[in-house]
């Protein structure tokens, strides 16, 4: 029985098939964590969810920002952006079993000893405590009032947790922190817009990681999210989007008892081109 945690796939079923034929992966015997984004910007998103469906309780999937995009899409509560490529998913005759089976995914996992996220936890959170938000968020996800929160979920405000909040600014800033999260300051204050390597920090601000004192700090933490980050592997600290959509890597690390964990790799076709207004490669083929 192997165990492995899959960065980013955004789309990307064909090196998803690659990388699974190359852990001789099998449902019956093996488990895979995958860390989030699983749609959007690659051309195959439909695939991957059915591909993830199929697998059932040998595939545990993480919500990234993307697959929130996607639901709020469907739901009539955000406008596509020029480069999402999911009309694959919203046009299928399985549309609805696709978006049903996606908001029951988790916001965060901890399995054999790790944490699991798609983008980040803030510094006053611990372990404990992010389960119980992430938690929080799972439980409106999958209830009645799933629209009425997406209605509200997108924005930068607040940019900071505090116990006091309620309603929707207090689901924002858990799915920002969970889904969005790559710097912030040593009290919390988060920059959302920051994207670059951890030499690009903005003045002030750390990688939510390297906050001094965060309360989370000796829990193992697996992450995605943060391709130019890229594989980053510390003691406590796993970082695996290492940017198959973009031409990079499909990564899996494949667990092991006394912490000598593998790293596997498959090469990815790039489906689209970096930077600040990138543009779909094979989406329409």
């Not at 995914?105 to 992010?130: C, F, K, N, S, Y």
């Not at 600290?237 to 092991?256: F, N, Q, R």
């Amino acid at each position: 029985m192997a165990r492995y945690l899959i960065g980013d796939i955004q789309g990307c079923d064909a090196p998803l098939a690659r990388l699974l034929e190359k852990i001789a992966f099998s449902p019956s015997r093996d488990t895979l964590y995958l860390l989030g984004d699983l749609v959007n910007r690659g051309p195959q998103s439909a695939a991957v969810l059915r591909r993830l469906m199929a697998y059932g309780d040998a595939a545990h999937s993480l919500l990234g920002n993307h697959d929130l995009s996607l639901l709020a899409v469907a739901h009539g509560h955000r406008a596509p952006h020029r480069n999402d490529t999911m009309d694959d998913i919203l046009a299928a005759p399985d549309r609805e079993a696709m978006l049903d089976w996606l908001r029951h995914r988790a916001m965060a996992l901890h399995a054999h000893g790790i944490l699991m996220v798609h983008g980040g936890v803030l510094p006053q959170w611990d372990l404990e405590q992010t389960l119980a938000l992430a938690g929080e968020l799972e439980s409106v996800l999958r209830g009645p009032d799933l629209t009425g929160f997406l209605a509200h979920m997108w924005g930068n405000q607040p940019d900071r947790w505090d116990e006091s909040l309620a309603g929707a600014d207090r689901l924002r800033v858990i799915v920002n922190a969970l889904t969005r999260l790559r710097f912030c300051t040593a009290d919390g204050v988060m920059d959302l817009k920051a994207a670059g390597k951890l030499e690009q920090a903005p003045p002030g601000m750390h990688a939510w990681f390297d906050v001094p004192g965060r309360r989370s700090a000796g829990t193992p933490i697996a992450f995605g999210h943060w391709s130019t980050l890229g594989y980053l592997r510390r003691p406590d600290i796993i970082s695996l989007d290492t940017g198959c959509v973009w031409g990079g890597c499909l990564s899996a690390l494949k667990l092991a008892a006394d912490g000598n964990h593998e790293l596997i790799q498959v090469e990815c076709e790039q489906a689209q081109v970096p930077g600040n207004s990138p543009r779909a490669l094979t989406a329409s083929t």
